[in-house]
T-cell receptor, first 115, second 114 residues
């Protein structure tokens, strides 16, 4: 069975702090994709980053960075120098195409960034 | 690009009724998927269509069905509504494989079943 766990329900930081959102996934598939999405109060999920199971290279994109480790089945996401506009719910998702396409989302982490 | 548009934005239905939710995807987005998001939870995958055929389905009963049309629009139909069907329903589209491009999501339809 496939599963995505975001253990942090809520995180509160002060503006300019760095914050890391944790994501642990479970799958027996060897080919899969991992995503992070942001859901602001408007409700529309916004695609942030994507990583496939064969590429463990970690990257930085502006204030965003991610750490993908297959050995621990983790795909953590870091926001550097957080801003009030980063306040939202962040979802980690796992996509596979075995016996049909499916995407599994975690329960989300609500991030509050205070000025 | 006009994004992903969903209609209606809010809807109230009575238990046992049927409902059709609509989604208009970006031009060229031939993959569309639907999600159910209960309050305070992550989206749950309902199904996905690629070029008008279903190519993936989550753990939802057959009373949840869908259609995708050649003009990049799609529908989610739910029969015999139950109270637990109350949720935000999200449509998402992708240019080709969502593995490569990720999804573009609409703002959703808030369905309340009373």
């Amino acid at each position: 069975a496939q599963k995505v766990t975001q253990a942090q329900t809520e995180i509160s930081v002060v503006e300019k702090e760095d914050v890391t959102l944790d994501c642990v996934y479970e799958t027996r598939d060897t080919t899969y994709y991992l995503f992070w999405y942001k859901q602001p109060p408007s409700g529309e999920l916004v695609f942030l980053i994507r990583r496939n199971s064969f590429d463990e290279q970690n990257e930085i994109s502006g204030r965003y960075s991610w750490n993908f480790q297959k050995s621990t089945s983790s795909f953590n996401f870091t926001i550097t120098a957080s801003q009030v506009v980063d306040s939202a719910v962040y979802f980690c998702a796992l996509s596979l195409n075995t016996g049909g396409f499916k995407t599994i989302f975690g329960a989300g982490t609500r991030l509050f960034v205070k000025a | 690009e006009t994004g992903v548009t969903q209609s209606p934005t809010h809807l109230i239905k009575t238990r046992g009724q049927q409902v059709t939710l609509r989604c208009s995807s970006q031009s060229g987005h031939n993959t569309v998927s639907w999600y159910q998001q209960a309050l305070g939870q992550g989206p749950q995958f309902i199904f996905q269509y690629y070029r008008e055929e279903e190519n993936g389905r989550g753990n939802f009963p057959p009373r949840f069905s869908g259609l995708q049309f050649p003009n990049y629009s799609s529908e989610l139909n739910v029969n015999a509504l139950e109270l637990d069907d109350s949720a935000l329903y999200l449509c998402a589209s992708s240019l080709g494989s969502p593995f490569s491009y990720g999804y573009t999501f609409g703002s959703g339809t808030r369905l309340t079943v009373v």
